[in-house]
């Protein structure tokens, strides 16, 4: 049985709430030492407290600012946040500085994942920034990086948007790209699009002293957890499997307290807060993360096994961790298998509760430059298909009919 350990940090283990009246106050605390398993941890990190309120589903808080009628307190807060980082202790201050559905969320991500904290943002995109500006901010603006990425965090190394510089390699070469300015090493595995998968403990070693970033969106921590691997951040695209449903946008960078004390500063003065209300759809996602996660990568597993055995296919990618992703390469055209399908949908993203399908060299790696993409296996005839909880047959009949338009029939 995957179990988690117990949490040492106080400060990630340990949150305190107002309850509904605002008369005192409730801690977030295991109730047992004991480890619990991933999906037990799934529903209930992040709500032990619920009980003791007298609530069963968790509070939506709103509130962009909080009363104080003690001033001298408040500064001594606000001194406090802007040395370490650490969440004010007592009630919120001010939305940008945290919010309690949202630390809601963070608590349980960070204990799926078996990292002391996390800090969540307003996309996925917003908590690489932060991470990339982090480092900037200690004068570390190197970043070494393997391809593939998704397409927008290659563009964001690659154009040195942040005033970082990038150098890519291949995992081999990890270790003679580290430079003394080097701040950050950047994987993806399973990687997008091509669901190519790296020795994240290699890697890890590799790094010697640089902190490693695994992007783990397509993985989740249902799969695999990077941190127990050498890892010292874990980031996700939110907006994928932890939402699950297609209906909020996040990100979140799940490490130690130290590393998520500076995050929270990069969000409090660049202000990529995640909404209220996306924290609560987030942590409501992460209580069927388990099962849709499984669920999914069974039915994918199958359409790859049929895919792989399609004449009309020219290569299958499906990881060795498996997972709801299948990328596949056909030998027509791309574009018509696009054009012909009617219950999957031709769309960005992954991750939700319906199948997607979309081609990456139009769309989501389209910022690439086509040498950089191709070098990096990301084919013009590749489609990546994110697979849902639809029934595979049903799934597979209208991939079927797709495939059938995309053949080219010579006369």
């Not at 109730?31 to 007298?54: F, K, M």
């Not at 990456?360 to 013009?380: K, T």
Request: proline content about 6%; overall charge negative; glycine content about 8%.
């Amino acid at each position: 049985m995957f179990t988690l350990p117990s949490m040492d940090s106080a400060a990630a283990s340990t949150r305190a709430y107002p309850d509904p009246a605002g008369t005192r106050a409730y801690d977030d605390v295991r109730t047992s030492e004991a480890p619990r398993a991933l999906a037990t941890e799934a529903v209930h990190a992040g709500r032990d407290d619920l009980a003791r309120q007298g609530l069963h589903a968790p509070p939506i808080d709103l509130s962009t600012t909080y009363p104080s009628y003690d001033s001298r307190a408040e500064a001594a807060r606000i001194d406090a946040f802007a040395a370490t980082g650490a969440e004010p202790e007592g009630p919120p201050v001010y939305g940008r500085l945290g919010n309690p559905t949202v630390a809601r969320f963070e608590t349980a991500l960070a204990r799926l994942e078996g990292t002391a904290s996390a800090v969540a943002f307003a996309s996925g995109m917003a908590a690489l920034s932060a991470v990339l500006l982090a480092r900037a901010s200690l004068g570390l603006r190197h970043v070494v990086a393997v391809r593939p990425l998704y397409g927008c965090s290659d563009h964001l190394l690659t154009a040195g948007l942040l005033g970082t510089e990038v150098t890519w390699t291949d995992p081999a070469g990890i270790a003679d790209a580290l430079r003394p300015d080097t701040g950050l090493v950047m994987v993806e595995s399973p990687a997008n699009p091509t669901l190519a998968e790296v020795d994240l403990r290699a890697v890890a070693h590799s790094c010697g002293s640089v902190p490693l970033l695994v992007d783990n969106t397509f993985a989740t921590p249902v799969l695999q957890r990077p941190a127990e691997q050498g890892a010292r951040l874990v980031l996700h695209s939110a907006t994928k499997y932890l939402g699950g449903h297609g209906d909020v946008l996040a990100g979140v960078v799940a490490c130690d307290e130290e590393f998520a004390g500076l995050l929270r500063q990069i969000r409090f003065a660049t202000g990529g807060v995640l909404h209220p209300l996306a924290g609560y759809l987030l942590l409501r996602g992460l209580s069927t993360l388990p099962v849709r996660v499984r669920a999914a990568s069974a039915t994918a597993a199958e359409l790859a096994r049929r895919l792989t055995a399609d004449p009309r296919v020219a290569r299958v990618h499906y990881p060795r961790i498996g997972g709801a992703m299948v990328a596949f390469e056909v030998h027509g055209d791309p574009h018509e298998v696009i054009a012909g399908v009617r219950l999957i949908t031709p769309a960005v993203s992954l991750g939700s509760v319906d199948t997607l399908i979309q081609h990456p060299a139009s769309i989501s790696h389209r910022i690439v430059g086509a040498e950089d993409r191709r070098g990096a296996g990301v084919s013009d005839r590749l489609l990546r298909m994110s697979v849902g909880l639809e029934d595979v047959d049903d799934l597979w009949t209208d991939l079927d009919a797709a495939l059938n338009g995309s053949v080219v029939t010579v006369s």
